[in-house]
Structure formats: C-alpha cells, structure tokens
C-alpha cells in the first residue's frame, strides 16, 4: 500500500542540524512532489517547503529560507529535511506529505507517521 | 501573503448534532481549498479537497462548500469518531501553502 515512513525521534541540542528521511513505499516516487509541514506542541500546521522528486528541485517557506534543505536519493525512494542552527522553537512534530492533484488543485493525500524533534539544551 | 482563519476555534456539541465549521481567506484563493481532520497522536488525514470534493473513502456526512474568501465545512450527523481538530488549507500561490489555525471539535 502506499506509505510515507519516517525516521525516529531525535532530541538536539541548541545550535545543532538535525536531518529526518521519509521513505516512499507502493507508488512511482518521482511522480508526486513531496512536503515537509511541522507542528510544535498544541499549536497547528506550518508549510515547509516543498521538493520535486524527479529533478531535485525545491522551494522554501521564506521563515525558514537559509536554514532548511530539501534533498531526495530516488534509489532508495526517500525524501530528507534538514534544519540547522536549531533553537527552542523547532521543538515539533515534522511530517512529510504527498502532494496529490485533485480536478483542479493539489492536496497532501499520503502523510507520514511524523518525526519528533526535540531541541534543548 | 494569504492568511486563512478559522471559526470558531473550538466547537461543543453532541453527536447526532451537524457541525458547521467556517474558514475564510484573506483574499480570493478560488476553489483551491482543502480540509483535513486530525486526532491526538496521528497525522492529518484528507477530507475535503477542490473546496467540494471528499477524499476517498470519506463518508457522506463530511461535505464541503464555498469559493472565493469563504468556505465551510458541514459534517450532518456527529460520529463519536468525528470529535477530533480540523484543519483548512490553501495553495493559491503554489508552491506555497498555508492552513487555518485549526477549529477543535469537542464532544459536549
């Protein structure tokens, strides 16, 4: 069945990169774009950025622009999202999510089980 | 950039009740709206999207309506299943998306 299955949690310290993979299972990986979307404790969704599987090429939410980086190896079918210079505030949940095109628009069909990241000193 | 917001931020009601959920735009995003519904612990999952239309293997009772700057999603008849938080979403200026603060519906 078509599945997004991410990496486990990982706790960071202040100042530090984290990287979290997101491996595609039951479907042609370059065909659907993918995004990263996070939710810190109690509080909602926040678009990321998004990646084209195929080319590799990426766009970025402008909070985020200069310190996250979109990257895909399509041998293994698996999308990655690294952050850096981490601070108290990245403390959330990311989720990767397939970009899927309805009649007229795209919507995010296929979620990942999420990735919790905890940042503390 | 579009801002959506949502009202009300929390909704109590009893199941069998119809729940009316409100999302509006800061400026036009056409029918490019979407609906997610997500429960403690778990990922969002897709309800609505296009504005209208329900995502595979989402009940009747889920429906979604309005164009332009404001939207509405009305589940008919509450299931114990349905108390959960509900979220919409825009992409007008794809790539980019953005979603609603979220409504959470709470069983009274």
């Known amino acids: 069945q078509v599945q997004l299955v991410q990496s486990g949690a990982e706790v960071k310290k202040p100042g530090a990169s984290v990287k979290v993979s997101c491996k595609a299972s039951?479907?042609?990986?370059?065909?659907?774009?993918m995004h990263w979307v996070r939710q810190a404790p109690g509080q909602g969704l926040e678009w990321m950025g998004i990646?084209?599987?195929?080319?590799?090429?990426?766009s970025y939410a402008q909070k985020f622009q200069g310190r996250v980086t979109m990257t895909r190896d399509t041998s293994t079918s698996t999308v990655y999202m690294e952050l850096s210079s981490l601070r108290s505030e990245d403390t959330a949940v990311y989720y990767c999510?397939?970009?899927?095109?309805?009649?007229?628009?795209?919507?995010?069909?296929?979620w990942g089980q999420g990735t919790m990241v905890t940042v503390s000193s | 950039e579009i801002v959506l917001t949502q009202s009300p931020a929390t909704l109590s009601l009893s199941p069998g009740e119809r729940a009316t959920l409100s999302c509006r735009a800061s400026?036009?995003?056409?029918?490019?709206l979407a609906w997610y519904q997500q429960k403690p612990g778990q990922a969002p999952r897709l309800l609505i999207y296009?504005?209208?239309n329900r995502a595979t293997g989402i009940p009747a009772r889920f429906s979604g309506s309005g164009s332009g700057t404001d939207f509405t999603l009305t589940i008919s008849s509450l299931e114990p299943e349905d108390f959960a938080v509900y979220y919409c979403?825009?992409?007008?200026?794809?790539?980019?998306?953005?979603f609603g603060q979220g409504t959470k519906l709470e069983i009274k």
């Open positions: 999510a397939r970009e899927w095109l309805g009649a007229t628009t795209e919507a995010f069909d296929i």
């Open positions: 039951g479907y042609t990986f370059t065909s659907y774009y």
């Open positions: 990646i084209n599987p195929s080319g590799g090429s990426t």
């Open positions: 400026q036009s995003v056409s029918s490019y």
């Open positions: 296009d504005a209208s």
């Open positions: 979403q825009q992409r007008s200026n794809w790539p980019a998306y953005t």
